[in-house]
């Protein structure tokens, strides 16, 4: 079972920024992507990167402020965090599968829609 790593989570305040780090594997995956989960709250989609194309979206909380990116020999995808808040607290997992764009951008998906999943990282935002 092949497990993505990610690193890059820290304790900073607010306003600060981050840049989350996860490895992925060459083969041909389709879609990347991060969530995050806060404490006492369901996972949340927060961003995709549908490789291919490498056309990005954002939930809308993070517009603006959260970049989700890859390298060019795409074994790397970033989650670019600026103006960190409180409420962006939570660990952060990324996610890679074969699915389509549209699942790829899905703000709900299915959990098992992704194939591959990290163990998180945790992100701590001081007011």
């Known amino acids: 079972q092949v497990q993505l790593v990610e690193s890059g989570g820290d304790s900073v305040q607010a306003g600060g920024s981050l840049r989350l780090s996860c490895q992925v594997p060459?083969?041909?995956?389709?879609?990347a992507a991060w969530f995050r989960q806060a404490p006492g709250k369901e996972r949340e989609w927060v961003a995709g990167?549908?490789?291919?194309?490498?056309?990005?979206r954002y939930v809308d909380s993070v517009k603006g402020r959260f970049t989700i990116s890859e390298d060019i020999g795409k074994t790397t995808v970033y989650l670019q965090i600026n103006s960190l808040k409180p409420e962006d607290t939570a660990v952060y997992y990324c996610?890679?599968?074969?699915?389509?764009?549209?699942?790829?951008?899905?703000?709900?998906?299915?959990?098992?829609?992704?194939?591959?999943w990290g163990q998180g990282t945790q992100v701590t935002v001081s007011s």
């Open positions: 990167i549908y490789r291919g194309s490498r056309s990005t």
């Open positions: 996610a890679a599968g074969y699915v389509g764009r549209g699942t790829c951008f899905d703000p709900s998906p299915k959990v098992d829609e992704y194939k591959y």
């Open positions: 060459r083969s041909g995956l389709t879609c």
